[in-house]
């Protein structure tokens, strides 16, 4: 038969690993998903900055970089890139 105190503590200890890998991978989904979110919003606002500043001759390149820029700073990252896009190129 197994011993009872080794069978316990080894049974706790795989219980505790199992839950800290859990717990890691939900907060990785929240972030990931958060992320996703932020990208689309960011690809949207681009969207409509761009038909709508395309009667003023604004033009910001739809991309991974923009969009995170746009998305995670909001409006700050738009006209941040406006003032890049314009100004220093």
Do not use: C, D, W, Y
């Not at 049974?11 to 939900?26: A, N, Q």
């Not at 003023?56 to 970089?65: A, M």
Request: aromatic share 8%; proline share 4%.
């Amino acid at each position: 038969m197994l011993n009872q105190p080794i069978f316990v503590v080894s049974f706790l200890i795989g219980l505790i690993l199992l839950l800290l890998v859990k717990g890691g991978m939900e907060k990785m989904f929240r972030v990931i998903g958060n992320l996703t979110i932020k990208l689309i919003i960011g690809a949207l606002l681009l969207f409509f900055i761009n038909i709508f500043g395309a009667q003023f001759g604004l033009h910001i390149p739809i991309n991974v970089p923009t969009t995170l820029i746009s998305g995670v700073l909001g409006i700050p990252g738009i006209v941040g890139l406006l003032i890049i896009s314009n100004v220093v190129l």
